[in-house]
């Protein structure tokens, strides 16, 4: 009996889009306000769906709990009041835009997640903004 | 033309997540506060998702007033302002968790809908935790 | 790297579920409420997702300003502050429900995108239905 | 013991901002697309705010059930599903912006609500243009 | 330079609406399905406004991170995953409405809060059912 | 006939919480994360609420069009997609905390405003986190 589960946290975070391999004027009119260079910021929403067979003991595909603190562990200590671009590993070479945030976000979860799972990560970057990571 | 419908729903209840297979101790360990011995509630949200041929003299998938009433007769009329441990069949003998309820709400519904339709459905305990069954 | 990438836009129309070849009796009976000769509206929230490849230079899917500027030209222009069964070409002969909403916008936006991103509408007529097409 | 309780009901209207004693150019002028002649449409949502004193045999202001009952017969039967400008008679000679919808709710409520309790309305047009009546 | 602060937080309790004046008979007539014997529940969510000076060295009127804690050591120790009827002192000979959860509420971060402060709750027992205590 | 109209508009924004006359280590005590030297985010949500009489000729307050611009030359055009710390005046000798947000906004439209209307802010820094000015 196999049914997916989903945990929502979030963090709040500074970036700025931008390629390195390009002038300012270049970045400035591909990404437009998105990549002022004294950054900018945003309140991100993820959404962490695991899918997975119930234990019949539990009830629980997951324990939230333990699903929660592995989001806390690997997301938001590494993004949560951070600026993105100076401040992780993740983001050094690569432009932390939310289709970026969320293939990082599904990689650092994957290593720490039981094979048995599926993983898929929503971001949303604002109301109106959101990914999907892998697709369906 | 096939195309997806959605309509949500609410219910609230009383639950508590108790294994009757274990001890107090052994409950309390794995479920910490949600085996709370005299319970605690949600606001659960309840979304089926009905797929099917748009129908042309309505330009319905299904008449969305019958996907209410069903929904109202088969869950909300079972399981609101209930316990849903004390008061309810379903879950004499198994534990109501988020992934439970959302099994046994698909298997109530999928009795009373037309077998050319593919149901699925999402529930919400909180903002923060929700399911989804069957996997896609 | 496939990421589905979404942008949500609204607008606000008038209209009625009226199937011509019925008399008022029968759209009265079939439809209730919402087929009041004199019109009804909705505040409908539309959600366009879009599946392809990251660019690596970008790190986008798709440009979202331009994602929101074709929503714009195609769906706002023509339904924003509409009456859809007298002001739109579209819902001449086809009842304005969700469901052929949906799709209708799917078709609009399905010309003007490129042939390499998988298109998915998402419209929402109330906070309580809302459906999705084409079907995953 | 003050409390103030909320109950907040929805309905779906269409409507059109117009003034009767000018012509179509200067009211497409002064409303610009919300004076479509043939209408456009929104779901309201309306908050009912009644302030009194908790009763203390049953710990209520005023039982919630009787209040939403009182919402649905004085407001919902006069606007759900109708066209406010064609199928209403408190708006034959009154502009129906939020702010008179609002005006007019409360008057409508304040003749059926008993003269101890305080009486607000707040009226959602969207999620971003709402209105308060009377002002605190 | 008086501003308000607002701080949100959430819990998740059982409850049953009972007068023990009353025979079951009369407590099912007055408060429905909300006196079911083996209790249901909801997701309260607490809104507490703090109204103060802006301390000019911080840019705050109270530090959030110490009003989240206030909040969680009254509030959520005492009321989130309990029975509120049987698992509380506050509510042995009070009737758990919502109207009596806002002002047990305010009275309990009231005693805790510098004088100098003004304190108002807002408690929402669904999305359409919400309190405010002390009134404006 | 006095009533409040509230528009909502947001933007996106990077920020430190950080006082000049304090070294490094008492900004990193008091204001904890929020202090991060190379900056963090939000997506912020402003209200703006705007009381007069109803212009009987309009049914309006005040044109919703005209006061989202308003905002959108006063507010956004300032603080969207900027370093509030490094790219703007108003805040080189004020630390942007939300309390002080809301006061430099309230101040900015104050001046635009026609004196016969009443303002209020409301801005929210997230969603569990939001000021008001002035005080009610």
Redesign the interface.
Known sequence: ??????????F????R?Y?K?WDEETNAR?????S?P??????YDIIV?V?GE?DS?????ID??ELSTLIKEEILQAF????LN??TEEFKD???????I??VSYNKLRKRLDEKF?LKIKLYE???????????
């Open positions: 009996m196999k049914v997916s589960v989903f945990r929502k946290e979030h709040n975070s500074a970036h889009l390629n391999d591909v990404f437009g306000k998105c002022n004294n950054y900018h910021g945003h309140n769906k899918t119930i003991r539990t009830g629980y595909v939230m709990k949560d009041h951070k600026n100076l401040d690569l432009i932390p835009t939310a289709e970026n969320a293939v599926d604002t109301e109106r903004n959101f990914v999907e990571y892998p697709v369906s």
